[in-house]
């Protein structure tokens, strides 16, 4: 089982590096961001995307954000321009972090049931597996978005979670 401890040093190592994979994404330009580069959700832009669409789903079920508007076939293409990606990255990332502050051990018990829209049924899995999930689900795409930002030529900064997070992020 996790703690409360763990998840705000997860959403401390995910805004962390939200912060560094933008730096990098903002010295490529519009086109670079944009181009299909054979990912699951095609581009640099389009994969950064989904993570904000992700993370918004999934705070919708855990903390009551506004659902989003479309589905995940939808996810990539949701926010269109890049300075409000931008935004809304680092809004979602502050709200994250506010959010795993105030988790207490109770928050992490019992189970959560919702509709799936990408199953078609209602699913019901144990809480902490799901926000555990969700930080599993940042790292993946952003590990995809690292590659695909490396590969058009920009240098994300260094990704290792003990030392890209302070320690005040994991000590109780």
């Not at 962390?16 to 010295?27: F, I, K, Q, S, V």
């Not at 705070?59 to 949701?78: E, L, N, Y």
């Not at 829209?117 to 952003?142: C, D, K, S, V, Y």
Request: charged residues 25%.
């Amino acid at each position: 089982m996790i703690t409360p401890a763990w998840a705000r040093a997860m959403a401390a190592y995910n805004a962390e590096m939200n912060r560094r994979l933008y730096r990098a994404a903002d010295t490529l330009d519009d086109t670079a961001r944009r181009a299909d580069r054979g990912a699951f959700f095609g581009s640099i832009q389009g994969t950064l995307c989904h993570l904000v669409w992700g993370d918004s789903m999934w705070m919708h079920r855990f903390d009551g954000w506004d659902r989003p508007p479309v589905g995940i076939p939808g996810s990539a293409g949701w926010i269109a321009g890049w300075a409000e990606l931008t935004a809304r990255r680092a809004e979602a990332d502050a709200r994250i972090e506010a959010w795993a502050a105030r988790l207490t051990p109770t928050d992490l018990e019992g189970d959560l049931t919702w509709f799936s829209g990408a199953t078609g049924q209602e699913m019901r899995r144990p809480r902490w597996l799901l926000i555990t999930h969700m930080f599993n689900h940042q790292t993946h795409h952003r590990g995809q978005a690292h590659a695909l930002i490396t590969a058009a030529g920009a240098r994300p900064e260094d990704t290792d979670l003990p030392w890209v997070i302070p320690p005040e992020a994991w000590e109780a």
